[in-house]
């Protein structure tokens, strides 16, 4: 080998090994940014947690629509009730104006919570009861919180039990029959088998 092929071998290994490492560079750089993305995530904002009072309006709210939000049937009918029931409720909760604003997933998540702390409240009573006074556990929920959850929950609504449907919310009321003197849509009772 000359100089000439050696120089040229050289550069090719030179511009080989420059490749080499800006590929390399370049891959680290897309591992740094996704490194990045996935540790320097903004934390997500929780609003503020439920007062005692807020609690306690929600579980009276809810026991007015119990015999909707407790129906255990999933068909498309009850579920769009049932959306529409914790929309209701969400607007009545909102109108006491306790504080926060909440959105009807927020006081659903809080209802299925409350519902969760009662059933383990109650099975600590019961654990409780045969255990001495040192050993007890403490209650999830305040005394009068208990007794409204627990009273909701045990209200189960029956198959006979009809559930208040709004027309307008289907578009199916376009008679004049089906509107009140003061202009308000009637509430028809449906029963589902």
Known sequence: MNNTEREKAKKEAESLLADYLERRKN???KNLEKQKKYTTMTKKP???PFSHAET???VEIISKYSHI???L???AVTINIKHNA???IANHFNACALGVHRSHPTLKNKWKLLKKCARKD???AKRNSMMPESKATKPLLSEDIFKLVCRTMKSKPSDDQPINVMEDSCGIANDDDDVDDDGEWKIRFW???
């Open 73 to 75: 049937k999933s068909d």
């Open 46 to 48: 929780y609003s503020t």
């Open 86 to 88: 914790w929309e209701k």
């Open 69 to 71: 939000v407790q129906n």
């Open 56 to 58: 306690k309006v929600l």
């Open 27 to 29: 891959y680290q750089f």
């Open 191 to 193: 029963r589902f088998q």
């Open 122 to 124: 109650a099975l600590a």
